[in-house]
């Protein structure tokens, strides 16, 4: 009983100890911009990916 009080006090700290890693601030001054456009990517997917797949399982299921 008492080596299972151990392993629960050894996960809950280290449990513990990663939500405050994890939600520590890490904001730094520096902001880096990309030039990447992201409208554009999403545009093609729609335009030559989803919209024709959609319109293909649409005919597949109308018979």
């Known amino acids: 009983m008492k080596s ?3 392993v629960f006090l ?3 700290i280290t449990t513990l100890g ?3 890693w994890s939600c520590s ?3 730094s001054s ?3 911009t990309d ?3 992201r409208e554009e990517m999403l545009s093609n ?3 030559n ?3 024709p797949s959609y319109q293909s399982l649409r005919s597949v299921l109308m018979f």
């Open 49 to 51: 990916i989803i919209i």
């Open 10 to 12: 050894l996960i809950a």
């Open 45 to 47: 997917w729609a335009d």
């Open 35 to 37: 030039s990447f456009n």
């Open 18 to 20: 990663g939500f405050v």
């Open 25 to 27: 601030d890490n904001s």
């Open 30 to 32: 520096d902001t880096t």
């Open 4 to 6: 299972f009080k151990l």
